[in-house]
């Protein structure tokens, strides 16, 4: 039993990372591209006033897209340089959890047949209104 | 861009090493609890609650694995159970929609209580949003038959 299962279990790893490692290989390489360019600075500009709409500080509109398109600890690194309060990380927190790594963790997604578009969708028209009803709330 | 390349032949290495190592740990976990009947024990007293969810039986281990430890992880699982039959197609859609709003929930609610969020809150309104969402989406999947 103990072979069968350490054998079993090795015969199905290895597939499943050769299955993980053809969609994170060349994902990652793109998103390393996009934060090489910092892609996200060109239009963090322009989303600045929506964050009002969750009583945040504009600033904090670099911290989701850098956690959207990048991953959650490019994220977390703008907290150092934005004056943020507890309360405002738990709403960054919760809208940042429901809603990144799109492209890789979408790419995952796509590889099992869900579709990229159902996937992200769902994912950041909750993380808007999840977000906005928690900062009505805590904020 | 030498260095870029460095880097990221660097980072990916190191990714694969830790995913090669956590999946393969998984992995063999995973053929135990099968073989010591673990998982259908599991089954029969979490199934109770998913099935409200939509998914078949055997969908239920990824579920956890994925909500637990993460997306990559769970995507594995998922895509094991798939390729033995366990899992259609309507149980991908569900499990992946439940997982893409929650996963790795013990690392991420951790990540960011080191912040200062309020632990409760974050761990809480996700798992919430994810049942509920996936519930409303088994209804429609259900009801148009997108995926069958």
Known sequence: MIRKSLVDGMKNSFSTILFIAKIILPVMFVVKILEEINFVYWFSNTLEPLMSLFSLNGDTALTLLLGNFINIYAAIATFETINVTTTEVTVIAIMLLISHSQITEGFVFKKLGVSLSYIISIRVVSAIVVGWIVSVIIL | ?148
């Open chain 2, 1 to 148: 861009m030498m260095n870029f390349i460095i880097e990221y032949l660097e980072s990916s290495l190191k990714l694969m090493v830790k995913i090669s190592i956590y999946i393969s740990a998984v992995m063999v976990l995973t053929e135990f609890l099968k073989n010591l009947k673990i998982i259908d024990w599991l089954n029969t007293k979490i199934y109770p609650f998913t099935k409200h969810l939509g998914i078949s039986e055997g969908a239920n281990f990824p579920l956890i694995i994925g909500y637990l430890i993460g997306v990559t992880y769970g995507s594995g699982m998922i895509y094991q159970s798939y390729k033995n039959g366990e899992m259609n197609k309507k149980d991908i859609y569900l499990v992946c929609t439940f997982i893409a709003i929650a996963h790795a929930i013990i690392e991420d609610t951790l990540l960011f209580s080191a912040f200062g969020a309020n632990l409760i809150i974050i761990f809480g309104v996700r798992t919430l949003l994810a049942i509920v969402v996936t519930y409303f989406a088994n209804k429609v999947f259900t009801k148009i038959k997108a995926v069958d």
